[in-house]
Each structure stands twice: as structure tokens, then as C-alpha cells.
């Protein structure tokens, strides 16, 4: 423990001068990865009138490109961090296995967005900077990796406090430039993924979808509506048959190009002007 607390004190004594500076992020990953290993480590900045912002992302440069275009444009409203902090207000260290629904290994949210990274175990702070915006610290361990162990996770959530507060210090008082004029603003986005398919299908049947998109599995669905497997899978059948999609992965691309296709958002069923 006590070389632990030596280390990070020579990290945070490096990093205390470059508050405000664009090195900063880079040198708190390194701070963080100095303590608990990781292969991959993301930074992103939600706010409420803007599209996620990248701060941070060691992923190869080819791959990024692909891997975020998708992320910020849209699936990110599915992605268990930004529910949890949007829908529950979770803060500090959380995760990925302790917020995922069951079922969100299979979705097709998963394999888009981390196909590239192979990802094993992901565990991630929360940080809100005020009411409507807040920072994920992302640190992802790859396929071949062992997971976190309890003592890495133990000591991540003893430096919770000083690691918020660096990030506070850092960007609660930004505001960031749009990032383009065309920008679909995240409370828009919720709304649309909110009424996604209402205009076509039943209530039941919208929920359904709606927690198939989320990454539920048939039987989290059926325990979660008080419905059998068998009625959630006719749910399904029906849905895809209305909305003319075959499988999830359809489904999912369907929800994405809905949202890409939005020049203006006004309410209501996203696919209403996209089908």
C-alpha cells in the first residue's frame, strides 16, 4: 500500500501543474494505469447540448475513426455508463458487468462498438460536473487480459475523490465549442430513442424493442414486463416484421441511421421521417 500511495503521490504532484492544459488527460491515464493496468482507457465529456466530446482514446488511430463516428452520433444513448449517469445519476467508479442488463454481451450495440478493442472487463468513473454535463474515465482490459481483481477495483474507488477532483478542476468550467452546426443535441437524441418505433408499433411491442436496444435478453424482458419468454419473442417477431428489420443487428442500424437522418428534431417517432 505504501509504495502505491508514493506513487501516486509523484503522478499527482506531476499533474497538479498542467490543470487546464491539453497534456492533462494523457497524463491522468498515466497516473491511473501507474496504479491499476489496463490496455485501453477512453475520456469522454457529456453535455447536455452537445454531442459527446473525445478527450482522451488510445485506441490505434485507423480504428478510432470507425469505432467513434458511430459512438457520438447516436449509439452512445445505449451505452450502460451514459444510462447509468443520465437515468440514475451514478456516480463515482462503476462497473461495465454491474450496469449492463443482462443479455448486452449479445446485442449488436456490443459487437459494433467493441469489436475493434476485444474488450474483457471495463470499469469506468462518473463524474458529473454539473446538472447537465459529466465526464466517463473508461479503462477497458482486452481479450487476453485477466480481469480486474478486487484489490485494483478497491484501490480505484480509494482515489475516487482525488481523481473527481482533478476532473473538476479540468473541465467543469469549459465550454467547448459545437463541434459542427448540424449537431443533434443529447436530450434530442434520448427523446428519439424514447418514441423510437412508436408510431408503428403497440405499446408492448415499443417496449420490448426499447429493452432489446438497451441489451436485455429475452428472459431479463419477460421478468421485467411479467410476461413469458415465449409472448417477448412474439413481440420481437412482430416488431421486426412491422418495422421491416430480421434481426438485431438490423434493428440496430435501423436506430442508428434514423437518428443520423435527423436534420431537425422536433418529437415524436424518429423513423416517421426516415422510412
Known amino acids: 500500500m505504501t509504495s502505491h500511495l508514493r506513487e501516486f503521490s509523484s503522478h499527482l504532484a506531476a499533474i497538479m ?3 487546464g492544459s491539453e497534456r492533462l488527460p494523457s497524463l491522468l491515464v498515466h497516473l491511473l494505469k501507474s496504479l491499476v493496468p489496463f490496455d485501453n482507457a477512453v475520456i469522454l465529456h457529456y453535455r447536455h447540448d ?3 466530446l473525445l478527450l482522451y482514446n488510445d485506441i490505434p488511430p485507423v480504428e478510432i475513426k470507425r469505432q467513434i463516428d458511430t459512438f457520438v452520433n447516436g449509439a452512445f444513448l445505449l451505452d450502460p455508463f451514459y444510462r447509468a449517469a443520465v437515468d440514475d ?3 463515482g467508479l462503476h462497473r461495465l458487468s454491474d450496469l449492463a442488463p443482462s443479455g448486452f454481451e449479445e446485442t449488436e450495440y456490443y459487437r459494433s462498438y467493441f469489436r475493434y478493442t476485444e474488450i474483457k472487463d471495463e470499469v469506468g468513473f462518473i463524474f458529473h460536473l454539473s ?4 465526464i466517463n474515465i473508461s479503462m477497458s482490459r482486452l481479450t487476453f ?3 480486474f481483481n478486487r484489490v485494483q477495483v478497491s484501490l480505484l474507488e480509494d482515489i475516487t475523490e482525488a481523481i473527481e477532483t482533478l476532473c473538476k478542476l479540468q473541465w467543469a468550467a469549459v465550454n467547448s465549442p459545437q463541434q459542427a452546426s448540424d449537431n443533434k443535441l443529447p436530450s434530442q437524441l434520448d427523446s428519439a430513442l424514447k418514441h423510437f418505433g ?3 408499433l403497440t405499446d ?3 417496449q420490448v424493442v426499447q429493452l432489446f436496444l438497451h441489451g436485455h435478453s429475452t428472459k431479463s424482458i419477460a421478468e421485467r414486463l411479467g410476461i413469458s ?3 417477448v419473442k412474439l413481440h420481437r417477431k412482430n416488431s421486426y416484421a412491422k418495422l421491416d428489420v430480421s434481426s438485431q443487428a438490423e434493428l440496430f442500424h435501423l436506430f442508428i441511421d434514423s437518428l443520423a437522418s435527423l436534420s431537425s428534431y422536433s418529437g415524436g417517432d424518429p423513423l416517421v421521417g426516415y422510412l
Open 145 to 147: 487480459s485477466q480481469p
Open 229 to 231: 419468454p415465449e409472448t
Open 204 to 206: 408492448r411491442e415499443t
Open 198 to 200: 412508436t408510431a408503428y
Open 89 to 91: 445519476r451514478a456516480d
Open 50 to 52: 452537445k454531442q459527446p
Open 131 to 134: 446538472a447537465d454535463q459529466f
Open 17 to 19: 501543474p498542467e490543470i
